[in-house]
């Protein structure tokens, strides 16, 4: 947005860091951005004007307000002269348009990435309910605090000065909750403050599910069709990284001279934002004991290495996406994990214990294959485990 010369929304927050509190109980964890960076939170519509003020203003854009793309001419379109054709939403007139390039960044809907072969791959994996509360206090100001233990995280950051947000999670595998049950699971595991105002959100009712869906970023359109943002794909939110890699799409297309180019550079950066994007989201998640061993892996590096938490700083701002430094980590969490599971400080035992060995074994190789490198993939393959790939399911 600098680069851009885009302001920053005067009501916007900054951002310094995420703030984890573990599902044990045991002390806050603290990830700051390092080298100066930080992030900024505000309400998404406030995001939203400022960027298209900010078009608007450019003498080569001419926006249309109230007026739906619905179809594209793709026989032209290979020709280097696509037709659009736009409805005006409140007259319906419709009007043809000449392009030698479109962009799709028309989100999750995408009538560009329908249009240019794309089909819809989404999994459904959450629902997810946010509240904003006015008046809160959070123990850690200045940082996206994220709450663990309750079946699903619960994320709350500050989007205004007078204003906290919060994401509750609801995993597609735990089902509905009834209101109390709600305020049994989660209300222990938020801070004081927050708690109040959740449970007075679900016993006033106010509380609204969305579901939560995602896509794996494989599809990027076709040459005289590129597609940007969550049109290409999109992740749980609670790594929010949604935006930035929309910026990302764009500015990769904006340098690049043709469609593969670009797919293929994008192809490369993705692995590492998407399997942080999905194995975080699994290993906050999922109960099992191999993955409570992960879990408290992460906490164990995040504690004992500073290096490591700027180091998943980075991952989670896009700014590192090299797929060996992503793999070291990746690799001393499973170390730690493994250890775990498989000595004697371990209770279980000891055929229990090998059983959780082989299930944390094949669960770090099935996350790993995400990251598309072909000698994970074929181990894999080989140990007949489900891949990131072939789990992809249409709901
Ligand atoms: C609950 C939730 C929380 C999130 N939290 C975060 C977060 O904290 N941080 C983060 O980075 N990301 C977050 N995200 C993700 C983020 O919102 C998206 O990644 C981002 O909005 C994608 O931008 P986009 O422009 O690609 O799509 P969209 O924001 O969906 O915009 C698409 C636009 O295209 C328009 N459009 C669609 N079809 C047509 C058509 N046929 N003709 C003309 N116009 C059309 C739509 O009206 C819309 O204006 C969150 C997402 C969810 C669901």
Redesign the pocket.
């Known amino acids: 947005m600098r680069a851009l010369g885009i302001e920053e929304p005067a009501s916007a927050q900054r951002g310094r860091g995420f703030v984890v509190f573990p599902d044990d109980g045991s002390e806050p964890i603290v990830l700051p951005y390092s080298d100066g960076s930080y992030g900024l939170a505000c309400e998404?519509h406030v995001l939203?004007e400022q960027l298209r003020a900010a078009a608007v203003r450019h003498p080569h854009v001419t926006y249309r307000t109230g007026?739906?793309?619905?179809s594209l001419d793709l026989e032209a379109l290979s020709l280097g002269a696509g037709s659009l054709e736009m409805t005006d939403k409140e007259s319906g007139d419709r009007e043809r348009v000449r392009a030698g390039r479109v962009v799709g960044?028309?989100?999750?809907?995408?009538?560009v990435r329908a249009a240019s072969g794309g089909q819809a791959e989404h999994v459904a994996v959450s629902r997810?309910a946010?509240l904003v509360l006015e008046g809160v206090k959070l123990p850690y100001e200045g940082f996206g605090h994220v709450f663990l233990g309750a079946p699903g995280s619960v994320l709350a950051y500050r989007i205004a000065p007078d204003k906290v947000r919060i994401?509750v999670d609801l995993p597609q595998s735990v089902g509905r909750l009834s209101d109390a049950d709600l305020i049994s699971e989660y209300g222990p595991h938020l801070c004081e403050s927050l708690r109040t105002c959740f449970i007075a959100a679900i016993e006033a009712k106010s509380m609204s599910w969305?579901a939560?869906r995602v896509q794996r970023r494989r599809f990027y359109g076709r040459e005289g069709a590129s597609l940007?943002?969550?049109?290409v794909g999109?992740y749980h939110?609670l790594t929010?990284?949604?935006?930035?890699?929309?910026f990302a799409d764009a500015i990769e297309l904006s340098r690049s001279k043709d469609h593969d180019g670009f797919r293929r550079r994008r192809l490369r950066n993705i692995r590492v934002p998407e399997l942080l994007a999905m194995a975080l989201y699994e290993v906050f998640t999922d109960r099992s004991d191999e993955m409570a061993a992960m879990r408290h892996a992460i906490y164990t590096l995040w504690r004992t290495s500073p290096t490591e938490c700027a180091r998943t700083m980075r991952f989670l701002a896009c700014q590192d996406t090299r797929v060996p430094s992503f793999l070291l980590s990746f690799v001393r969490v499973m170390r730690i994990a493994g250890l775990e599971l498989a000595l004697p400080k371990n209770p279980a035992p000891l055929k229990r214990r090998a059983q959780m060995v082989g299930r944390w074994f094949g669960r770090g190789v099935s996350m790993a294959s995400g990251l598309s490198v072909p000698m994970m993939q074929k181990a894999a393959g080989r140990l007949g485990l489900e891949t990131s790939d072939t789990s992809s399911k249409v709901t």
Do not use: E, W
């Open positions: 998404h939203v007026a739906r793309f619905t960044a028309d989100g999750r809907s995408s009538v997810m946010g994401c969305a939560i940007v943002g969550d049109s999109y939110p929010a990284a949604g935006m930035t890699l929309g």
